[in-house]
């Protein structure tokens, strides 16, 4: 689209203030890095959980914009495709100063061509932030109560079967190594995210957690919130121990963040990036 640079420059003012963004003046003498994170309901509260997570570890600089459209309309392909939305200008103002560090974005329901709307904005990213760097999380499977027939329809015999499957070959190899072949120069990673419910799911069933918690039910003590699977806190802690690790390389074994929680969800994040592909880890 072309605009003349006044009204452009109103546009983008009003999509900054019309979205969800979380700069703040901090010491740059502080740690910590400047994030451009967008994506849905499965995505958004680890990005902005990682604020209390990050500062907890003494990254007191840490700066995130974080732009939320839900479902599907918070795929990288279609806040690319919406080209007039509040969310997608947003994005792009944020590119455009030129000072972001790293990129998340969902990588869940691809589309029929898995490195559509990725490319584009990697594309973009990297005209003003030629060093930034592409981070992926990778969700669990929507509706878990049809995590059974999920599995069956795929010819798995578990639900962590077919999502090790999902993260290694749809992932792995249909999405980031496409990617990385068209982007040599840019640093491109994953973080399974989706283990965090998967696992918690299992060991629920099993007992194993040393919490009471319900599978489903009450955000502050279920694993999902609903039929959906929207995450409880149990998950949304665990996965954001996910992304700490992941983007600020934090020793869970040592890091003291008090996640409410009597279950170690710092073993259990610590085990699932021990078990993460060390090819798709930053």
């Known amino acids: 689209m072309m605009y003349r640079k006044s009204v452009w420059i109103v546009v983008m003012m009003f999509a900054l203030v019309s979205c969800n963004r979380q700069m703040e003046p901090i010491s740059s003498d502080s740690p910590g890095f400047s994030m451009l994170l967008i994506g849905n309901s499965f995505f958004r509260p680890y990005a902005e959980n990682l604020k209390e997570l990050a500062k907890n570890a003494g990254y007191d600089n840490h700066q ?7 479902g599907d309309n918070g795929r990288p392909i279609n806040f690319w495709e919406a080209t ?3 969310e997608h200008l947003s994005i792009k103002a944020a590119l455009d100063q030129g000072n ?9 329901n691809l589309p029929d061509n898995p490195t559509d709307g990725f490319r584009d904005w990697i594309e973009y990213a990297v005209q003003s932030n030629p060093d930034i760097i592409i ?3 990778i969700p669990s499977f929507d509706f878990p109560v049809d995590w059974d027939q999920l599995v069956e329809d795929n010819g798995f015999n578990t639900v962590e079967e077919l999502y090790e499957y999902f993260v290694g070959d749809r992932i792995h190899k ?3 190594d496409e990617l990385r072949a068209e982007f040599p120069s840019t640093t491109i990673f994953t973080i399974p995210t989706g283990w965090a419910a998967i696992q918690l799911s299992q060991m629920n069933e099993n007992n194993a957690l040393e919490d009471d918690i319900l599978m489903f039910g009450p955000k502050a003590n279920s694993i999902f919130t609903d039929d959906k699977g929207h995450q409880g806190q149990i998950v949304i802690e665990t996965g954001t121990l996910l992304w700490l690790n ?3 390389q934090v020793d869970l074994q040592t890091d003291n963040y008090n996640t409410g929680f009597q279950t ?7 085990q699932i990036m021990d078990n993460h592909d060390p090819n798709y880890k930053q």
Request: net charge negative.
């Open 174 to 176: 249909n999405l980031v």
């Open 246 to 248: 992941s983007i600020y």
């Open 135 to 137: 981070v992926l999380s």
């Open 64 to 70: 995130a914009t974080v732009v939320f459209r839900g």
């Open 84 to 86: 007039t939305s509040d």
């Open 264 to 270: 170690d969800l710092h073993e259990i994040a610590q």
């Open 100 to 108: 972001i560090e790293y990129f998340g974005m969902t990588a869940g």
